[in-house]
């Protein structure tokens, strides 16, 4: 298995009056095809990885690197290039775009990147939108879809540069339960049929069990790294 993105002795802290530790001392490495949660308690330190590992942070001390190339000392214009082409996000909340409709959001960041005129871009977007069952939602807006609808949006979106990474923090935690299953299923597919890396931070441990790997956090620093079944089943009982 390649390695996608890797971490050397990695810490956070905010500073201030008192100097808040986010993450501590945290060496990782994750393989292309890899699908992955990373739990913990709430404070624990979860989204501040993640962040991390997406470049959208910088650590206090350590260092991340992405295909093997350390980020560190690279500019923040450089590390945006990185994030566009290599690294898709998914949030709790979709941050779609009002305005604008499905097809028109997941074109934001093909726009950006600036690889292919508009009508590859409208083309690439509407075949990503249908794999992900919104065939019929591509002119809509945000506010005439459903949840779980925009969600999927979202991921769509993630996807639009078609990055061999995607970094997810809590996707279905503002979903119900059948929409929860629907990216669920839509993120193990990215994996398993795509091979793609996915590494998703969230509080459902259910769903945690059922992807490959489990990396749990307490005050920032990992505690445990395995087989998510196995990594998981002690705190399921």
């Known amino acids: 298995m390649a390695v996608l993105l890797e971490t050397e002795k990695v810490t956070r802290v905010l500073p201030g009056t008192v100097p808040v530790t ?6 990782l490495t994750i393989g292309d095809g890899e699908f992955v949660a990373i739990t913990g308690p709430s404070g624990s330190g979860k989204s501040s990885l993640l962040y991390l590992l997406g470049l959208l942070d910088m ?4 260092e991340v690197r992405f295909r093997g190339k350390p980020t560190h000392d690279l500019s923040e214009e450089e590390r945006a290039a990185i994030r566009l082409s290599g690294i898709g996000f998914i949030f709790q909340f979709h941050f779609l ?10 074109m934001i960041p093909m726009r950006r990147l600036g690889r292919i ?9 509407a075949d990503i939108l249908e794999r992900l069952g919104l065939r019929d939602h591509l002119r809509k807006r945000p506010d005439q879809l459903s949840g ?14 078609d990055p061999p990474l995607i970094l997810a923090d809590e996707p279905t935690g503002s979903l119900d339960s059948h929409s929860s299953e629907q990216v669920f299923e839509i993120l193990r597919g990215i994996v398993e049929e795509d091979g793609k890396s996915v590494v998703a931070v969230t509080h459902d441990l259910d769903m945690a069990a059922r992807m490959g790997r489990g990396i749990h956090l307490v005050d920032g620093r990992i505690v445990s790294d395995g087989p998510a079944v196995a990594h998981l089943s002690p705190q399921l009982s």
Do not use: C, K
């Open 22 to 27: 986010l993450v501590e001392d945290i060496d």
């Open 59 to 62: 650590p206090t001390e350590g």
């Open 97 to 106: 775009l009002a305005e604008f409709s499905a097809l028109e959001n997941v």
């Open 117 to 125: 005129d508009r009508r590859e871009m409208e083309a690439r977007a």
């Open 148 to 161: 779980g609808q925009r969600q999927r949006v979202a991921v769509a979106r993630a996807l639009a540069n």
